[in-house]
């Protein structure tokens, strides 16, 4: 599940050995599935040791990954990488950023609903905003709605045609036209 190379399974035993008995390594991922996941490693006390941890045994240690997101680190490795300045400890996890809830049979709404929130909404929530599907009618216009920092924006038009209707016409062949139904109010709340 997740290879740990020879090297760096020696550097946890070294590590390990500086600290209390019986505390191990945790491997998780914050924000799985999505655009901004992260993946980390951490000393595990036993105490810490949750009824939800899968348990992997190593040499000599042992690591533990909540079952939620056991599958967000297949293939993952962990190396022990050494140059001239000194070792650094790599975490490469290729499926951290896969949205796995994705169903085949989900609706065109289900889907772009998801994709909004993957892919569109993690930019827009830098400057306080998001976005939200309304509906999709028979001729495949895409109805909008803007909150938080995008509402009274005055980049709007730019972030609606640039990026919200650019990225769902290239993802959704079923996709003709976005149309932003937000009634925008400028005021303190908006970004720009």
């Given at each position: ?74 293939n ?34 289900e ?34 709605q803007?909150s ?41 709340h908006?970004?720009?």
């Open positions: 599940m997740i290879n740990i190379s020879k090297k760096a399974q020696e550097h946890f035993t070294s590590l390990l050995s500086n600290e209390p008995e019986n505390t191990q390594i945790r491997v998780f991922v914050v924000n799985p599935g999505t655009p901004n996941a992260e993946c980390g490693v951490a000393f595990c006390p036993e105490n810490e040791i949750e009824l939800s941890d899968i348990q992997l045994k190593y040499d000599g240690f042992f690591v533990y990954v909540n079952k939620d997101t056991i599958s967000y680190l297949k993952s490795v962990i190396d022990l990488v050494t140059d001239k300045i000194g070792s650094q400890l790599t975490l490469k996890a290729p499926y951290a950023k896969n949205n796995f809830s994705k169903k085949v049979s989900s609706s065109l709404e889907k772009v609903k998801c994709f909004l929130n993957l892919e569109i909404n993690p930019q827009l929530s830098m400057h306080g905003g998001r976005v939200e599907l309304i509906k999709i009618d028979k001729n495949g216009i895409a109805a909008i803007f938080g920092g995008c509402n009274g924006c005055s980049m709007i038009g730019s972030t609606l045609k640039e990026t919200v209707e650019k990225k769902l016409l290239s993802s959704f062949s079923e996709i003709k036209k976005v149309y932003d139904e937000t009634h925008h109010l400028h005021g303190q908006s970004f720009y």
